[in-house]
């Protein structure tokens, strides 16, 4: 139990174009989602929190209008990477909190790179 | 502000050599503290949450204990699949978001 799963898994892009990435809960009801960013040999920092149904809330630093994060559903979240640079190139991972507890569980992440 | 402090960074091992990693942390009221295990480009992997001090958990070659200031990961008799960057993180008592810190990569050699 407890999957989410990534959509796609990795995209490479142009400069200036957007993206979208999704997420989804597989087997559960997620009232909250949220999404990181990984560089290379670091830990994953936090980026947004989105609630279904409501407006996502983002980090400190954090771009909403160039991060765009919906919550449409109870197993969807999607964040759209608008007009994409080289410097957004990343690991970009969701993870979604059961209902009922306070674990995230963590999807296999998407690999964008920006040329 | 939250913090996560991970030591050692990496650490090798000989297949069947014990060890433990460290999980420093300040939070203001701590909800829980969770273990996750993230392979190279994959997701993490959750293995354990911690609530409150002296608790213990356990899974095949994995144990988790916690303190008020501070987690340990024991690793018993490794196996080169146990390979991989385990990652500690903290919530505090009213928010739900996760605090990471920067992880410890295990490597286990044959």
């Known amino acids: 139990g407890a999957v989410v799963s990534q959509h796609p898994s990795w995209v490479i892009c142009k400069s200036g174009t957007s993206v979208k990435i999704e997420c989804r809960s597989l087997d559960f009801q997620a009232t909250t989602m949220f999404w990181y960013r990984q560089f290379p040999k670091q830990s994953l920092m936090l980026m947004a929190t989105s609630n279904e149904g409501s407006k996502a809330t983002y980090e400190q630093g954090v771009e909403k209008d160039k991060f765009l994060i919906n919550h449409a559903s109870l197993t969807l979240s999607t964040l759209t990477v608008t007009s994409a640079h080289p410097e957004d190139s990343s690991f970009y991972i969701c993870s979604a909190r059961v209902a009922s507890g306070y674990e995230q569980y963590f999807g296999p992440g998407t690999r964008l790179t920006v040329t | 502000e939250d913090q996560v402090t991970q030591s050692p960074e990496a650490l090798r091992l000989q297949e069947g050599e014990s060890s433990s990693l460290n999980c420093s942390y300040t939070v203001s009221g701590l909800r829980g503290l969770f273990w996750y295990r993230q392979d190279p480009g994959k997701g993490p992997e959750f293995l354990f949450t911690l609530y409150s001090a002296g608790e213990e958990k356990e899974k095949e070659r994995l144990k988790a204990t916690l303190t008020k200031k501070e987690s340990f990961l024991h690793i018993t008799a490794p196996k080169p699949e146990d390979s991989a960057t385990y990652l500690c993180?903290?919530?505090?008592?009213?928010?739900?978001?996760?605090?990471f810190g920067a992880g410890t990569t295990v490597t286990v050699r044959a």
């Open positions: 993180a903290v919530q505090a008592s009213n928010d739900y978001k996760l605090s």
